[in-house]
Protein backbone atom coordinates (compact mmCIF):
# COMPACT_ATOMS: atom_id res chain seq x y z
CA UNK A 1 0.00 0.00 0.00
CA UNK A 2 0.82 3.26 -0.77
CA UNK A 3 -0.32 6.98 -0.78
CA UNK A 4 0.60 10.68 -2.00
CA UNK A 5 -1.72 13.11 -0.17
CA UNK A 6 -5.03 12.44 -1.89
CA UNK A 7 -4.18 9.15 -4.00
CA UNK A 8 -3.98 5.48 -2.54
CA UNK A 9 -2.51 3.26 -4.44
CA UNK A 10 -3.91 -0.66 -3.00
CA UNK A 11 -2.01 -3.93 -4.27
CA UNK A 12 -5.51 -5.14 -3.89
CA UNK A 13 -8.65 -3.90 -2.75
CA UNK A 14 -9.32 -4.03 1.64
CA UNK A 15 -11.75 -6.57 2.25
CA UNK A 16 -15.14 -5.02 2.25
CA UNK A 17 -16.39 -5.84 5.86
CA UNK A 18 -13.17 -3.99 7.30
CA UNK A 19 -14.28 -0.55 5.55
CA UNK A 20 -17.64 -1.11 6.74
CA UNK A 21 -16.35 -1.57 10.02
CA UNK A 22 -14.24 2.05 9.85
CA UNK A 23 -17.47 3.20 8.53
CA UNK A 24 -19.43 2.41 11.28
CA UNK A 25 -16.78 3.93 13.87
CA UNK A 26 -15.38 6.87 12.04
CA UNK A 27 -15.75 10.33 13.03
CA UNK A 28 -16.40 13.34 11.20
CA UNK A 29 -16.81 17.02 11.73
CA UNK A 30 -20.42 18.82 12.73
CA UNK A 31 -20.51 21.15 9.54
CA UNK A 32 -19.70 20.11 6.23
CA UNK A 33 -16.81 20.58 4.25
CA UNK A 34 -16.06 20.87 0.87
CA UNK A 35 -15.18 17.23 -1.18
CA UNK A 36 -11.90 17.48 -2.42
CA UNK A 37 -10.43 14.78 -4.93
CA UNK A 38 -9.45 11.67 -3.86
CA UNK A 39 -7.79 8.78 -5.85
CA UNK A 40 -7.66 5.45 -4.94
CA UNK A 41 -5.84 2.55 -7.46
CA UNK A 42 -5.89 -1.14 -8.03
CA UNK A 43 -3.40 -2.51 -10.78
CA UNK A 44 -4.24 -5.88 -11.20
CA UNK A 45 -8.17 -7.08 -10.48
CA UNK A 46 -9.34 -9.96 -11.50
CA UNK A 47 -12.96 -11.48 -10.42
CA UNK A 48 -13.15 -14.48 -7.85
CA UNK A 49 -14.96 -17.33 -9.24
CA UNK A 50 -15.92 -17.65 -5.99
CA UNK A 51 -17.86 -14.94 -5.72
CA UNK A 52 -19.05 -14.76 -9.72
CA UNK A 53 -21.09 -17.60 -8.71
CA UNK A 54 -22.97 -16.67 -6.24
CA UNK A 55 -23.69 -13.18 -7.84
CA UNK A 56 -25.21 -14.91 -11.19
CA UNK A 57 -27.61 -17.32 -8.71
CA UNK A 58 -29.08 -14.33 -7.05
CA UNK A 59 -28.77 -12.04 -9.75
CA UNK A 60 -30.21 -15.26 -11.98
CA UNK A 61 -27.62 -14.41 -14.72
CA UNK A 62 -26.52 -17.07 -17.22
CA UNK A 63 -22.71 -18.79 -17.24
CA UNK A 64 -21.91 -17.93 -20.26
CA UNK A 65 -18.19 -16.68 -19.86
CA UNK A 66 -18.45 -13.16 -19.57
CA UNK A 67 -19.22 -10.93 -16.84
CA UNK A 68 -22.72 -9.33 -15.96
CA UNK A 69 -23.24 -5.78 -17.07
CA UNK A 70 -23.25 -4.69 -13.54
CA UNK A 71 -20.93 -7.62 -11.59
CA UNK A 72 -18.09 -4.50 -12.27
CA UNK A 73 -19.59 -2.50 -9.69
CA UNK A 74 -19.43 -4.88 -6.96
CA UNK A 75 -15.44 -5.67 -7.86
CA UNK A 76 -15.18 -1.63 -7.71
CA UNK A 77 -17.73 -1.94 -3.96
CA UNK A 78 -14.92 -1.64 -1.76
CA UNK A 79 -12.46 0.90 -3.40
CA UNK A 80 -15.51 3.23 -3.29
CA UNK A 81 -15.49 2.70 0.55
CA UNK A 82 -12.15 2.91 0.50
CA UNK A 83 -12.09 6.31 -1.12
CA UNK A 84 -15.27 7.53 1.32
CA UNK A 85 -13.51 6.37 4.86
CA UNK A 86 -10.70 8.55 3.78
CA UNK A 87 -10.17 11.14 7.02
CA UNK A 88 -10.48 13.90 3.89
CA UNK A 89 -14.06 12.81 2.89
CA UNK A 90 -16.12 15.45 5.48
CA UNK A 91 -18.95 13.12 5.67
CA UNK A 92 -19.72 10.33 7.57
CA UNK A 93 -20.38 7.27 4.98
CA UNK A 94 -22.74 5.66 7.22
CA UNK A 95 -26.29 7.39 6.11
CA UNK A 96 -25.20 8.62 2.82
CA UNK A 97 -28.05 7.29 -0.01
CA UNK A 98 -27.59 5.68 -3.32
CA UNK A 99 -29.69 7.74 -5.68
CA UNK A 100 -28.08 7.16 -9.29
CA UNK A 101 -25.63 5.02 -11.05
CA UNK A 102 -24.95 5.10 -14.30
CA UNK A 103 -22.77 2.53 -16.14
CA UNK A 104 -20.83 2.49 -19.46
CA UNK A 105 -19.54 -0.40 -20.66
CA UNK A 106 -17.36 -0.26 -23.90
CA UNK A 107 -17.02 -3.77 -24.56
CA UNK A 108 -17.93 -6.98 -22.97
CA UNK A 109 -15.64 -8.58 -20.53
CA UNK A 110 -14.59 -12.24 -20.36
CA UNK A 111 -15.16 -13.80 -16.83
CA UNK A 112 -11.27 -14.01 -15.92
CA UNK A 113 -10.52 -11.01 -17.12
CA UNK A 114 -7.31 -8.53 -15.58
CA UNK A 115 -8.28 -5.09 -14.71
CA UNK A 116 -7.05 -2.29 -13.60
CA UNK A 117 -9.35 0.35 -11.30
CA UNK A 118 -9.64 3.85 -10.83
CA UNK A 119 -11.56 5.14 -8.59
CA UNK A 120 -12.51 8.94 -7.08
CA UNK A 121 -14.20 11.30 -5.71
CA UNK A 122 -14.35 15.72 -6.51
CA UNK A 123 -16.42 18.35 -5.82
CA UNK A 124 -20.03 18.26 -4.36
CA UNK A 125 -23.35 19.87 -5.16
CA UNK A 126 -26.28 21.24 -3.17
CA UNK A 127 -28.84 19.61 -4.19
CA UNK A 128 -33.07 20.14 -2.35
CA UNK A 129 -32.11 17.34 -0.03
CA UNK A 130 -28.75 17.95 0.81
CA UNK A 131 -25.49 17.42 -0.56
CA UNK A 132 -24.76 14.98 -4.01
CA UNK A 133 -21.11 13.85 -4.50
CA UNK A 134 -20.34 11.43 -7.63
CA UNK A 135 -18.55 8.37 -7.26
CA UNK A 136 -16.16 7.63 -11.02
CA UNK A 137 -14.69 4.27 -11.30
CA UNK A 138 -12.92 3.35 -14.29
CA UNK A 139 -11.91 0.13 -15.13
CA UNK A 140 -9.03 -0.41 -18.11
CA UNK A 141 -7.61 -4.00 -19.38
CA UNK A 142 -4.51 -3.73 -20.99
CA UNK A 143 -4.69 0.21 -21.13
CA UNK A 144 -7.61 0.44 -22.60
CA UNK A 145 -10.98 1.54 -21.32
CA UNK A 146 -13.77 -1.15 -21.04
CA UNK A 147 -16.17 0.02 -18.19
CA UNK A 148 -16.98 3.01 -16.10
CA UNK A 149 -19.67 4.05 -13.60
CA UNK A 150 -20.89 7.03 -11.88
CA UNK A 151 -22.20 6.16 -8.53
CA UNK A 152 -24.07 9.44 -6.99
CA UNK A 153 -24.62 9.65 -3.37
CA UNK A 154 -27.04 11.80 -1.26
CA UNK A 155 -25.59 13.14 2.20
CA UNK A 156 -29.16 14.57 3.71
CA UNK A 157 -28.47 17.39 5.83
CA UNK A 158 -30.71 19.30 8.53
CA UNK A 159 -32.91 21.35 7.17
CA UNK A 160 -32.57 20.15 3.53
CA UNK A 161 -36.24 19.68 3.19
CA UNK A 162 -37.12 23.63 3.61
CA UNK A 163 -34.81 24.31 0.47
CA UNK A 164 -36.77 25.17 -2.74
CA UNK A 165 -37.43 22.77 -5.37
CA UNK A 166 -34.88 22.90 -7.93
CA UNK A 167 -35.30 21.20 -11.65
CA UNK A 168 -34.19 17.94 -11.98
CA UNK A 169 -30.85 16.85 -12.41
CA UNK A 170 -29.32 15.97 -15.82
CA UNK A 171 -30.45 12.84 -17.02
CA UNK A 172 -32.90 11.94 -14.33
CA UNK A 173 -35.93 10.20 -15.91
CA UNK A 174 -39.56 11.66 -16.34
CA UNK A 175 -41.87 12.31 -14.24
CA UNK A 176 -44.81 9.50 -12.72
CA UNK A 177 -47.68 10.29 -15.20
CA UNK A 178 -44.95 10.28 -17.99
CA UNK A 179 -43.74 6.93 -16.92
CA UNK A 180 -46.84 5.47 -16.67
CA UNK A 181 -47.91 6.42 -19.92
CA UNK A 182 -44.55 5.21 -21.19
CA UNK A 183 -45.01 2.20 -19.34
CA UNK A 184 -48.76 1.87 -20.56
CA UNK A 185 -48.32 -1.51 -23.09
CA UNK A 186 -46.06 -3.04 -21.26
CA UNK A 187 -46.07 -6.84 -20.17
CA UNK A 188 -45.21 -6.55 -16.52
CA UNK A 189 -44.05 -9.97 -14.40
CA UNK A 190 -44.69 -10.12 -11.04
CA UNK A 191 -41.69 -11.51 -8.59
CA UNK A 192 -41.55 -12.15 -5.03
CA UNK A 193 -38.46 -10.98 -3.29
CA UNK A 194 -37.97 -13.36 -0.36
CA UNK A 195 -37.03 -12.24 2.82
CA UNK A 196 -33.72 -13.44 2.63
CA UNK A 197 -32.41 -11.88 -0.56
CA UNK A 198 -30.40 -9.34 0.95
CA UNK A 199 -28.19 -12.02 3.29
CA UNK A 200 -27.83 -13.85 -0.38
CA UNK A 201 -26.57 -10.67 -2.10
CA UNK A 202 -24.12 -10.08 1.09
CA UNK A 203 -23.15 -13.28 0.44
CA UNK A 204 -22.10 -12.48 -3.03
CA UNK A 205 -21.26 -8.86 -3.06
CA UNK A 206 -19.34 -8.84 0.00
CA UNK A 207 -21.77 -5.70 0.95
CA UNK A 208 -22.68 -6.75 4.75
CA UNK A 209 -24.33 -3.16 5.34
CA UNK A 210 -26.93 -4.30 8.87
CA UNK A 211 -30.26 -2.67 7.32
CA UNK A 212 -29.84 -5.28 3.84
CA UNK A 213 -29.52 -8.30 6.85
CA UNK A 214 -32.78 -8.45 8.64
CA UNK A 215 -35.47 -6.73 10.59
CA UNK A 216 -33.26 -6.63 13.85
CA UNK A 217 -30.55 -4.85 12.22
CA UNK A 218 -32.28 -2.67 9.67
CA UNK A 219 -34.51 -1.32 12.40
CA UNK A 220 -32.21 1.04 14.50
CA UNK A 221 -31.72 2.85 10.83
CA UNK A 222 -35.28 3.37 10.43
CA UNK A 223 -36.28 0.74 8.40
CA UNK A 224 -39.45 -1.53 9.69
CA UNK A 225 -37.96 -4.22 8.11
CA UNK A 226 -34.16 -4.94 6.03
CA UNK A 227 -34.79 -3.61 2.48
CA UNK A 228 -32.67 -4.78 -0.94
CA UNK A 229 -29.48 -3.35 -2.15
CA UNK A 230 -30.55 -1.22 -4.66
CA UNK A 231 -27.43 -2.58 -6.89
CA UNK A 232 -29.19 -6.51 -6.37
CA UNK A 233 -32.54 -4.75 -7.54
CA UNK A 234 -30.47 -3.05 -10.58
CA UNK A 235 -28.91 -6.72 -11.32
CA UNK A 236 -31.86 -8.90 -11.50
CA UNK A 237 -33.81 -6.30 -13.39
CA UNK A 238 -30.36 -6.47 -15.95
CA UNK A 239 -30.40 -10.08 -15.94
CA UNK A 240 -34.51 -10.14 -17.03
CA UNK A 241 -33.89 -8.48 -19.96
CA UNK A 242 -31.44 -11.12 -21.59
CA UNK A 243 -30.28 -10.26 -25.03
CA UNK A 244 -30.67 -6.99 -24.57
CA UNK A 245 -28.35 -6.64 -22.08
CA UNK A 246 -25.80 -9.18 -23.61
CA UNK A 247 -24.26 -6.63 -26.44
CA UNK A 248 -20.89 -5.56 -26.87
CA UNK A 249 -20.95 -1.61 -26.06
CA UNK A 250 -24.01 -0.58 -23.51
CA UNK A 251 -25.04 2.27 -21.14
CA UNK A 252 -27.32 1.68 -18.45
CA UNK A 253 -28.90 4.82 -16.11
CA UNK A 254 -30.51 3.69 -12.91
CA UNK A 255 -32.54 5.89 -10.26
CA UNK A 256 -32.75 4.55 -7.27
CA UNK A 257 -37.26 5.88 -5.82
CA UNK A 258 -37.67 3.75 -2.58
CA UNK A 259 -36.21 0.82 -0.29
CA UNK A 260 -37.57 -2.30 -1.48
CA UNK A 261 -38.77 -4.03 2.03
CA UNK A 262 -37.83 -7.67 2.43
CA UNK A 263 -39.88 -9.80 1.40
CA UNK A 264 -42.27 -7.57 -0.89
CA UNK A 265 -43.95 -8.32 -4.23
CA UNK A 266 -42.68 -5.89 -7.15
CA UNK A 267 -43.64 -5.77 -10.69
CA UNK A 268 -40.96 -5.87 -13.24
CA UNK A 269 -41.16 -3.32 -16.75
CA UNK A 270 -39.72 -3.08 -19.87
CA UNK A 271 -40.62 -0.86 -22.71
CA UNK A 272 -39.04 -0.51 -26.14
CA UNK A 273 -37.52 3.13 -26.89
CA UNK A 274 -37.57 5.28 -30.06
CA UNK A 275 -34.28 4.26 -31.49
CA UNK A 276 -33.32 1.32 -29.62
CA UNK A 277 -32.59 0.41 -25.61
CA UNK A 278 -35.35 -0.52 -23.24
CA UNK A 279 -36.66 1.76 -20.40
CA UNK A 280 -37.46 -0.53 -17.28
CA UNK A 281 -38.85 -0.12 -13.82
CA UNK A 282 -39.91 -2.00 -10.57
CA UNK A 283 -42.63 -0.83 -8.83
CA UNK A 284 -44.86 -1.72 -5.43
CA UNK A 285 -48.26 -3.77 -6.31
CA UNK A 286 -49.61 -0.59 -5.42
CA UNK A 287 -48.08 1.48 -7.72
CA UNK A 288 -45.06 2.99 -5.58
CA UNK A 289 -41.65 2.99 -8.35
CA UNK A 290 -38.44 1.30 -6.33
CA UNK A 291 -36.17 1.97 -9.91
CA UNK A 292 -36.24 3.35 -12.81
CA UNK A 293 -33.82 3.55 -15.61
CA UNK A 294 -32.62 2.63 -19.33
CA UNK A 295 -30.68 0.46 -21.27
CA UNK A 296 -29.57 1.80 -24.15
CA UNK A 297 -26.92 0.90 -27.07
CA UNK A 298 -23.31 2.14 -27.76
CA UNK A 299 -21.05 3.62 -25.11
CA UNK A 300 -20.01 7.41 -25.02
CA UNK A 301 -16.53 7.95 -23.47
CA UNK A 302 -16.89 9.90 -20.43
CA UNK A 303 -15.70 13.22 -19.78
Not at 219 to 225: C, K, N, T, V
Request: charged content about 25%; proline content about 7%; overall charge positive.
Amino acid sequence: MSASSHVLELSEPVPLTMELLRAAVALRPARHGEVPRLEVRVRHLSPDPRQLARYREVCDFPADGYLPLTFPQVMATSLHLSVLNRPEFPYRLLGMIHVRNQIRQYRRLAENASLSVHVWVEGQREVRQGIEVDLHTRMEQDGVPVWSAVTTMLRRLRGADKRRREERPAGATSTATEEDVLFAHSRPARWSVSEDTGRRYARASGDYNPIHLNALTAIPFGFPRAIAHGMWTVGRCVAEMGEAAEASALTLSSEFRRPLLLPSRVVFQTTALKGGGVAYRVKSEDGQPHVIGRLSPGAAAES
